[in-house]
């Protein structure tokens, strides 16, 4: 069975650093694609953030390029999203969420993905 494993949140001050990991494994095919995704209170899900595992192109939202990269592990089949420079409306639930494909500008939209692991909460204080 394909599983997602998010975790590495916390309660962070304003202007800095957290590092999400998604350990994922169980896929019954080589080439996929792993997102991130938040959502806040009364707020729809929003994607972030995007890898694929066969050539390693990304996807980035506007409301975080150039302050978050994500990253892949091949041995450790683990994603990374390095959210740098936080700001008070980054707090939200994060998920990872896998693909067969990837999408490119559509990599975003939640519901082209398969598979989402449970959330992990993100807390930016000011």
């Known amino acids: 069975d394909v599983q997602l494993q998010a975790s590495g949140g916390g309660l962070v001050q304003a202007g800095g650093s957290l590092r999400l990991s998604c350990a994922a494994s169980?896929?019954?095919?080589?080439?996929?694609?792993i997102g991130w995704f938040r959502q806040a209170p009364g707020k729809e899900r929003e994607g972030l953030s995007c890898?694929?595992?066969?050539?390693?192109?990304?996807y980035y939202a506007d409301s975080v390029k150039g302050r978050f990269t994500i990253s892949w592990d091949n041995a450790k089949n683990t994603v990374y999203l390095q959210m740098n420079s936080l700001k008070p409306e980054d707090t939200a639930v994060y998920y990872c969420?896998?693909?067969?494909?990837?999408?490119?500008?559509?990599?975003?939209?939640?519901?082209?993905?398969?598979?989402w692991g449970q959330g992990t909460q993100v807390t930016v204080s000011s």
């Open positions: 969420a896998a693909s067969r494909h990837y999408y490119d500008d559509f990599a975003g939209v939640a519901g082209l993905y398969d598979y």
């Open positions: 169980g896929f019954p095919f080589d080439d996929y694609a």
């Open positions: 890898i694929s595992s066969s050539d390693g192109s990304t």
